[in-house]
């Protein structure tokens, strides 16, 4: 691996990023997405002096189409950060528990199948 790979990376992250968000017309799968963003992130910590703050792993994709409206909810949803692993999940599990015992009498979880990049939210499945 390489810095020039790593530049190459944030061109083809960066280019993903625009069509999955502004164009709506993904060309790859988001586990390949999510391969070319690991191996970035990777390169990033590698590479410490190539830092830029325009990478794209410093944000959450790009400027969405406008048709998407903007929405709060009234409790904090988390992510799973594309864990892959068990170990992954459960540190996130982790947090997320921890996190919600300081703001809930009772903690919850609701896991629901996550549709092409878009979070679902059904407080009435809350269990």
């Known amino acids: 691996m390489s810095i020039e790979r790593l ?3 944030r061109i083809i992250v960066e280019h993903h990023n625009k069509l999955y ?7 790859i799968s988001d586990a390949e997405y999510d391969n070319f963003f690991r191996e970035l992130l990777a390169l990033e910590e590698e590479f410490p002096e190539e830092f830029a703050p325009d990478s794209p ?3 959450v994709g790009t400027v969405p189409l ?6 709060n909810h009234q409790y904090r949803m988390f992510s799973l950060a594309n864990a892959m692993t068990k170990d992954e999940f459960e540190s996130f599990f982790h947090t997320v528990m921890n996190v919600q015992i300081t703001s809930l009498a009772t903690p919850s979880v609701v896991l ?3 549709f092409d990049g878009l979070a679902i939210e059904d ?3 809350v269990v």
């Open 21 to 27: 968000y502004q164009q709506d017309n993904p060309e």
């Open 57 to 59: 792993t410093l944000r």
């Open 66 to 71: 406008s048709e998407f409206q903007s929405y």
């Open 112 to 114: 629901e199948y996550k």
């Open 7 to 9: 530049h190459e990376l």
């Open 123 to 125: 407080r009435k499945s």
